[in-house]
T-cell receptor
């Protein structure tokens, strides 16, 4: 089974800090890489990355994909306590119609 | 503007009982996916259904688990003779079209999950 490996598994920072979350993957027939935010309930979609080197941004969050080195990063600048969540990385696979998820990075933002 | 609705949110079952988890997709969505999240693990794909059809059940355990999505009503994930290892969060997701995950904007929307505890 193709793997998705996230690091770190957990991270505690102070409000205002910038964090970088990592996702590496093994894959054949690459289609895309996705990021989700999960706050003890429904995972909510953040980004879908299909092209290498093109940054996607949404407010203080941004993400980029490196298809050559098979990894993606998710950056969060000027973190706020509301950013505390588990951030999930996923790629298509594990079933033709399913997503294979990493274990997630548990991010805690302290006031 | 209801999202994906799952119920019950929490369910406690004794070993050997049956668990039924229901999922109503977003309005207009006819594609449903079930995922399981074990403690300290990532989400794992179980099954993909369209109305009245199981399209991909490659992630479903071979025994005790079944899923359906009838013409009328919610999708149901059924677990017979539950064991402690079935304790997990079960998430349903839906999409408007088949989620190919290769096109911008074509994604799936998750419900808030059903937490099953087997005692």
């Amino acid at each position: 089974e193709d793997k998705v490996v996230q690091s770190p598994l957990s991270l505690v920072v102070h409000e205002g800090d910038t964090v970088t979350l990592n996702c590496s993957y093994e894959v054949t027939n690459f289609r895309s890489l996705l990021w989700y935010k999960q706050e003890k309930k429904a995972p909510t979609f953040l980004f879908m990355l299909t092209s290498s080197g093109i940054e996607k941004k949404s407010g203080r969050l941004s993400s980029i994909l490196d298809k050559k080195e098979l990894f993606s990063i998710l950056n969060i600048t000027a973190t706020q306590t509301g950013d505390s969540a588990v951030y999930l990385c996923a790629r298509p696979g594990g079933g033709a119609d399913g997503l294979t998820f990493g274990k997630g990075t548990h991010l805690i933002i302290q006031p | 503007n209801a999202g994906v609705m799952q119920n019950p949110r929490h369910l406690v079952r004794r070993r050997g009982q049956e668990a039924r988890l229901r999922c109503s997709p977003m309005k207009g969505h006819s594609h449903v996916y079930w995922y399981r999240q074990l403690p300290e693990e990532g989400l794992k794909f179980m099954v993909y259904l369209q109305k009245e059809n199981i399209i991909d059940e490659s992630g479903m355990p071979k025994e005790r688990f079944s899923a359906e999505f009838p013409k009328e009503g919610p999708s149901i994930l059924r677990i017979q003779q539950v064991v402690r290892g079935d304790s997990a969060a079960y998430f349903c997701a839906s999409s408007l079209d088949r989620a190919e995950f290769g096109h911008s904007g074509n994604t799936i929307y998750f419900g808030e999950g059903s937490w099953l505890t087997v005692v």
